[in-house]
């Protein structure tokens, strides 16, 4: 079932003390010392016994099922959770639970199911309700793999659960990239901090471009240029070609490293001048990243005359007095038969003319 722990593998959030109970157990060594509890004497778990992280050795998972009450699991669910269980005892214990919520377990334990998530499924974690950002945060740490990730995210925001700060806290950069369109699109435009920004640099390029014009609109009110770049750089994966032209004009001193991992097709509808703009201080970083794949597909688009006026010995250019004619698709292709990637370079009519002359 997606999102339960393997069998025998329990040890993933667990403390060390707990991680060396688990192997006693599972190596079958007995615990000769316990006086203070035996075998036949696990028929009541008490209050006592339940604070005790031994517990997982002293129960066997049928004696777990007639000897821990209702009360006593609710009542230390948080410190039971957080114990060395084999996956059967777990089982155990999400039975009981779904004795007492037969329609699904109320917000109020779900902070509580620590170690419990291992066993849970998705069409468990459906019948959940809770749109607090604080539980979300707690299931999300302790979340088995992706696919509970995402069953947890959905119910939460299918409970009204809000994307404010607190909830894009909780999803950090680990699950930003699981949001699909809808749900990045309620991201509330507030909830983004420039102190502590997101980091889309990992996810898809539609995931990219929806966070760039989310984070423009929430940083808009940043009158002060050098500000408004420092806050909106992270998402700049996503910016349109037409927002880095009116970026040059700030003086931003963009890196080099940023700047070759904007959009392609965002680079490449700049003109040498707009460069200069962006990169200010750290333009000498072009020539020597000269050799890069996307500052080489730019080099080749832009007339060497423009280039030259950048003083920093860039070639490759089209030279004066040629023109372009670019492929229909973006990226240029894999291979090519004309130097220079995409580009064909065609004498102008006007070279032509007096040849042309000579035959009338």
């Not at 114990?83 to 004795?99: N, R, S």
């Not at 070609?241 to 700047?259: P, Q, W, Y």
């Not at 959009?263 to 000498?284: A, Q």
Request: include cysteine; charged fraction near 25%; charge should be negative.
């Amino acid at each position: 079932m997606p999102g339960r722990r393997e069998r025998g593998g329990p040890f993933g959030k667990m403390s060390p003390s707990s991680q060396l109970l688990s192997g006693l157990l599972l190596f079958g060594w007995v615990i000769s010392t316990a006086d203070s509890t035996t075998d036949s004497e696990c028929q009541n778990v008490t209050d006592e016994m339940a604070q005790d992280e031994l517990l997982p050795i002293y129960c066997t998972p049928e004696e777990l099922q007639t000897a821990l009450g209702s009360e006593v699991l609710l009542s230390h669910l948080g410190l039971l959770t957080q114990y060395a269980f084999t996956e059967e005892q777990l089982l155990v214990l999400k039975q009981k639970l779904d004795e007492l919520y037969p329609d699904g377990y109320p917000a109020s334990i779900l902070p509580d199911l620590g170690g419990l998530l291992g066993v849970m499924g998705l069409e468990d974690i459906k019948k959940w309700s809770f749109n607090s950002s604080k539980i979300l945060a707690s299931l999300l740490d302790n979340a088995f793999s992706p696919e509970m990730a995402i069953a947890i995210l959905h119910r939460y925001m299918d409970c009204g659960g809000p994307l404010n700060a607190e909830a894009l806290k909780a999803i950090g950069t680990k699950y930003l990239c699981l949001l699909d369109p809808e749900q990045l699109q309620k991201i509330d435009e507030n909830a983004f901090d420039c102190s502590s920004p997101l980091d889309p640099s990992g996810c898809n390029q539609t995931t990219k471009d929806i966070l760039y014009a989310k984070a423009k609109r929430a940083f808009s009110d940043r009158h002060n240029p050098p500000q408004y770049y420092i806050c909106i750089k992270p998402y700049l994966e996503g910016a349109p070609g037409e927002d880095l032209r009116a970026l040059s004009k700030d003086n931003v001193n963009m890196d080099i490293t940023t700047f070759t991992k904007m959009k392609w097709d965002s680079i490449m509808k700049l003109k040498p001048k707009e460069v200069k703009g962006l990169l200010g201080k750290h333009l000498p970083d072009l020539k020597t990243w000269e050799n890069n794949s996307v500052v080489k597909d730019w080099i080749v688009r832009q007339e060497q005359r423009e280039l030259d006026s950048l003083e920093i010995e860039l070639t490759g250019g089209i030279p004066e007095g040629y023109v372009t004619i670019m492929h229909k698709n973006n990226r240029p292709p894999e291979t090519s038969g004309v130097a220079g990637g995409p580009t064909l370079h065609l004498f102008l009519l006007l070279l032509l003319t007096p040849l042309l002359t000579a035959f009338f």
